[in-house]
């Protein structure tokens, strides 16, 4: 019941998520409020990130982002019955399962993973997911050029 | 910090709602459950059971802080960020202020409580019988709470009530001066309750939280 963010600063723990060393930049995708105060982050490709990553694995990315919290803010008859029935059993069903929200930023939290090890970390990039700013910014860090991600030269 | 005299509040609003709870079923509803029927009490109990729900989320629910930026957030190189960002949001223009304590341009709805001194989500106000600030994510517990609390105080001042009426011959026994009690002391904080959620309603229907 209580929120389940994390109290330390988000931006420490870089070794946990496979991240080999401190960001040499970090680059910060803004919220879209021009469609209303839902939360939507602005699918615009960010110039600091040409020639690091292409386009279009950018925009699907974020566009899947966007669709997630859509669908976890969205009213649908189940997530009114699920708000009723929650009240009925006095709250109490909240400890056996999770709101509708949390369970698509659970599903954000695992698209992002998964974005990471496949796309971004392979090119020196790394997505911070946004609830660790309170859904205000996407951070994705940018890593300069390490060993780890380049193949052994032999001069 | 005095952190004592914040809890202050919060320790007399459980301290009344239980007691008074408490002496309600102990005195006039025992007699409601021998003398008219089961389901007044049964009913009372399930109406006491959401307001201590409704209550308790509304007390220990984050109310949906915003957490602060940390500096390598701030990519201006000037010294101060402008005060305000314009934002376009369906045509129309609102302005974001920048917040000092939390470094960042506060979103739409979203304010800076200074009791818990952090930026809470579609804020409210601060709620010191609750000791914590009401905003999107327990609105809706605390806006329950007053409903249910609105029912439950109103149930108390009518059992009672009746049970004075049913007992006026017998002014000097203990259950009899526990109604009376329970009758002004309901009567009078039903004056505030009422209002406040009366109010809250009309926000609600108007969507103006």
Known sequence: MASKKKQTTPTDDFSARGAPS???????????????????????????????????????????????????????????CEGCFACLTAYLLYCCSDTHFEKCLKKVAKFIIEQNERVYVPRGLLIIDPVERGLRVIEICIFSDNPASTPARNN | RCKGTKVLPAFFAWAILLITTALFFY?????????????????????????????SLATFMDAGVIPKASPDEDKDDDFRAPLYKNVDINGVTVRMKWCVTCQFYRPPRCSHCSVC????????????????????????????????????????????????????DRLTQVPTVV???????????????????????????????
């Not at chain 1, 040409?50 to 982002?65: P, Q």
């Open chain 1, 22 to 80: 401190p960001p040499t930049q970090k680059v910060f995708i803004q919220r879209d409020y021009s469609e209303g105060t839902q939360v939507r982050f602005q699918p615009k490709f960010p110039s600091e990130l040409e020639g690091k990553i292409e386009r279009e694995k950018f925009e699907y990315t974020l566009n899947t982002l966007n669709e997630v919290y859509a669908e976890a803010e969205k009213m649908s008859c189940s997530s009114c």
């Open chain 2, 27 to 55: 005195f006039p509803c025992m007699w409601f459950y021998e003398n008219v029927s089961i389901l007044i009490p049964l009913c009372e109990a399930v109406v006491t059971l959401f307001v201590i729900a409704n209550f």
């Open chain 2, 117 to 168: 001194n952090k930026c809470v989500e579609t804020f409210d106000h601060h709620c010191p019988w609750v000791n914590n600030c009401i905003g999107r994510r327990n609105y809706r517990y605390f806006f329950l709470f007053l409903i249910s609390l609105s029912l439950h105080m109103a149930a108390v001042f009518s059992f009672s009530t009746y049970f004075l009426i049913q007992h006026k």
């Open chain 2, 179 to 209: 109604s009376l009690c329970l009758v002004t002391l309901v009567g009078i904080l039903s004056v505030p309750v009422f209002g406040l959620a009366g109010f809250h309603v009309v926000l609600v229907a108007r969507g103006r939280t």
